[in-house]
């Protein structure tokens, strides 16, 4: 398996957990709990995704705690830390209008009213409330809170259309 068009970046493991090989992730899912319910994570390997099954989590705060097939003792965990961690598009449910951060960028930033191409998304930056869209535009970096006010509708094929107020993207 090495097709990364299948896997999703979804955390990293940032610290051992205890002496039995136990390991603290980092979630980038919409919430911990979601990285907690996954039964399987793949790990980047030489190239190719390698598939290391969970066999035990629990969520501590913002982060994931979890026993990984494979990883018995402190050593093997600490060979882990800062191991980024994937999982299959298929194991994630999206919910109409959901997309994956990944997907987003490199879209299209578009004026819903008359068709103008402001630029691309370059990144996208959560503080909070809500998500941030960076959009790289002729004029220099950009950025577009993704709030209703503002986001027209997502076409991952077609663009990002969206409303703008004067300043916002000039």
Same mark, same amino acid.
């Given at each position: %398996?090495?097709?990364?068009? +299948?896997? $999703?970046?979804?955390?990293?493991?940032? @610290?051992?957990?205890?002496?039995?090989?136990?390991?603290?992730? *980092?979630?980038?899912? @919409?919430?911990?709990?979601? =990285?907690?319910?996954?039964?399987? =994570?793949?790990?980047?390997? +030489?190239?190719?995704?390698?598939? &290391?099954?969970?066999?035990?989590?629990?969520?501590?705060?913002?982060?994931? /705690?979890?026993?990984? *097939?494979?990883?018995?003792? %402190? #050593?093997? !965990? %600490? !060979?882990?830390? +800062?191991?980024?961690?994937?999982?299959?598009?298929?194991?994630?449910? =999206?919910?109409?209008?959901?997309?994956?951060? !990944? #997907?987003?960028?490199?879209?299209?930033? &578009? #004026?819903?009213?008359?068709?103008?191409?402001?630029?691309?998304?370059? *990144? $996208? $930056?959560?503080?909070?409330?809500?998500? &941030?869209?960076?959009?790289?535009?002729? +004029?220099?970096?950009? %950025? /577009?809170? !993704?709030? #209703?006010?503002?986001?027209?509708? &997502?076409?991952?094929?077609?663009?990002?259309?969206?409303?703008?107020?004067?300043?916002?993207?000039?």
């Amino acid at each position: %398996m090495s097709n990364t068009e +299948n896997y $999703i970046e979804c955390g990293k493991i940032i @610290n051992t957990h205890g002496c039995h090989g136990g390991v603290k992730l *980092d979630s980038w899912c @919409n919430s911990p709990e979601e =990285l907690a319910s996954l039964k399987k =994570l793949f790990i980047l390997k +030489n190239g190719a995704f390698e598939k &290391i099954k969970v066999k035990k989590t629990s969520v501590f705060k913002q982060f994931v /705690i979890a026993e990984l *097939d494979g990883v018995n003792d %402190m #050593d093997a !965990a %600490m !060979a882990l830390k +800062n191991t980024v961690v994937y999982a299959s598009r298929d194991d994630f449910e =999206l919910e109409e209008g959901e997309f994956f951060i !990944a #997907d987003l960028i490199g879209v299209k930033v &578009i #004026d819903a009213s008359d068709g103008t191409v402001y630029g691309q998304v370059s *990144d $996208i $930056i959560n503080r909070g409330a809500s998500d &941030i869209y960076v959009v790289d535009t002729t +004029n220099g970096e950009r %950025m /577009i809170p !993704a709030v #209703d006010e503002f986001i027209d509708r &997502i076409d991952i094929k077609e663009g990002i259309f969206v409303n703008t107020i004067p300043g916002l993207l000039d």
